[in-house]
């Protein structure tokens, strides 16, 4: 294992409570391709999204600092004339479904109200495909799809 994922799974050790929860990121994080997760049944998947959605995004409008500091940065790049998007990325289904609603709302309301050019919203975008390498990373298949969709959504040309 790098010493990238030795340092995540240490990290998610101290942030996620629960036996089963550890073993479970424990399993993602030293997942360096696809064998891990193409290995697992579909209930085996259906079970590492919802432990992956329980911890992911919690926190993720912490403070009104953090609001701020992204505001900031959104203001400077538009004076240096760059262009912002807000985009969500595609996650499994199970993984969506276990994000707090209510912290998700919140979420895409600051994005909303922080002056980007455009926010697009791909959670479901490979709804029922296999194109993850894990419960909410995308494959090189599902990075040149979501490369192309962008491009098409945005006029940005991204994807070679």
């Known amino acids: 294992m790098n010493p990238a994922s030795i340092a995540a799974r240490k990290y998610l050790e101290r942030k996620v409570s629960g036996r ?3 073993v479970a990121v424990d ?3 030293e997942a360096t391709s696809s064998e891990w997760w193409t290995s697992l049944s579909s209930e085996e998947r259906a079970t590492e999204c919802r432990i992956r959605g329980n911890w992911l995004h919690r926190g993720i409008i912490a403070s009104e ?3 701020r500091i992204y505001r900031d940065i959104v203001a400077l790049c538009h004076e240096r004339g760059v262009r912002v998007f807000g985009i969500r990325t595609p996650v499994n289904r199970p993984v969506a479904e276990t994000v707090d609603p209510e912290a998700n709302r919140e979420a895409w309301r600051v ?3 922080a002056g980007l050019d455009g926010l697009y919203d791909y ?4 709804d ?3 194109l993850f390498l894990d419960p909410d990373h995308i494959s090189d298949e599902g990075a040149r799809l979501l490369l192309e969709t962008t491009d098409r959504d945005t006029g940005l040309r991204l994807a070679k």
């Not at 959670?123 to 490979?126: A, G, I, P, V």
């Open 20 to 22: 089963k929860t550890r």
């Open 27 to 29: 399993r993602s994080a």
């Open 65 to 67: 600092e953090q609001i």
């Open 111 to 113: 994005v909303s109200e």
């Open 123 to 126: 959670t479901f975008l490979f």
């Open 128 to 130: 029922g495909r296999d």
